[in-house]
């Protein structure tokens, strides 16, 4: 593993919805008539800072609408949730309120972080409001299709409602949690690896630390770990091959640290190839669905043609494969990096 910061310069702007994608979209189950948009939770009057735990700002604020608005919006929240959780069965809202609107202008989407609770025992669920991004879309559809995760979400024309993924931060996992005596490091390190090499097959960027979640699960003999992605906003945009390896950004360091203690060149090849294996199954039990992806994302502009060019160059020299030199957009180095998948775990 190596390390060598990477830096992104210039903030990505927001691609629409586009009727294909839309169509693709209701095809699949992922659009909704939703009785809140995210433009309705824009129109407050002010807002307030949200400290964090140590006092220290952290980026969220909390709105103030109006007292004529308050309950529209909140049943309305609760209505959304129903649809994201239980294909509209408002049963499950019966006993649920929302707890707390918090607005984010930090990143991209300037999500809205939404707390529903259940008045019966004070447990507690997130839920986002985002303004749709094509590409954090495509990057959502491509996590449900080649990862071991699945991903709900619904699209409302410029809406994006996300379901909360629940995990320790990655920079927080490294800081706390990565040195835990009853914690075994090789298996850290092998997850660490396996999501390196699903980032740069998907084309997914900007997996910083505070972009995944560790989630972790004990077994009856050991605990295992899952790295999970939580931001898909620099997804096939950039063109440097370095923003779609996570093993690239300082913020990972104790990760790829970790690696280099842990693990040997035959190893590390290893848990590359089980990867691979990973997501050769995936394509195979969802190859329609991953066609249909490609046929509409092929027709879009979701990048520069300059970082087309240099990505494709760059996968070349990586992969000392020249094919890539003739892909024509992003989706189509995806489609090579699987296709050379398939012809790798197949030797």
Known sequence: MELNDVKIVLKKPIFPVSAPLQKYLRAYQRDAKLPVTYNDLLQFNESFPIMDKNGKDSLWEGPIYPNDRIEDIHNGLKVIYANLKASGNLRIVQHKYIDKIEY??????????????????????????????????????LEEILSPNQVNYLVDRETLIEEHIAGIPGDVFSKSYLHKPEYNPTRIAKEFVKFNERCLVMLLGDMRSYNFVMQITPDFDDIQFRIRAIDF???????????????????????????????????YLQYQQEEKSSILH???????????????????????????????????????????????????????NIKNIIRQVKL
């Open 282 to 336: 995936c394509v195979r039990s969802e190859r329609h669905r991953l066609a249909d992806l490609r046929d509409v994302s092929n027709t879009e502009v979701l990048t520069s043609q300059e970082n087309i060019i240099q990505l494709k160059e760059g996968m070349a020299a990586h992969f000392d494969d020249t094919n890539y030199l003739a892909c024509k957009t992003m989706t189509d180095v995806i489609e090579l």
């Open 233 to 267: 906003d620099q997804q096939f945009y950039e063109g440097n091959i370095k923003v779609y390896q996570p093993q690239f950004f300082k913020e990972n360091f104790p990760y790829v640290k970790l690696g280099m203690e842990q693990l040997t060149d035959k190893t």
């Open 104 to 141: 984010c202008t930090f990143g991209n989407t300037h999500p809205f972080r939404i707390r529903i609770v259940n008045r019966l025992n004070d447990v507690y669920d997130y839920f986002y409001v985002k303004r749709a991004d094509a590409s954090r879309i495509y990057g959502l559809e």
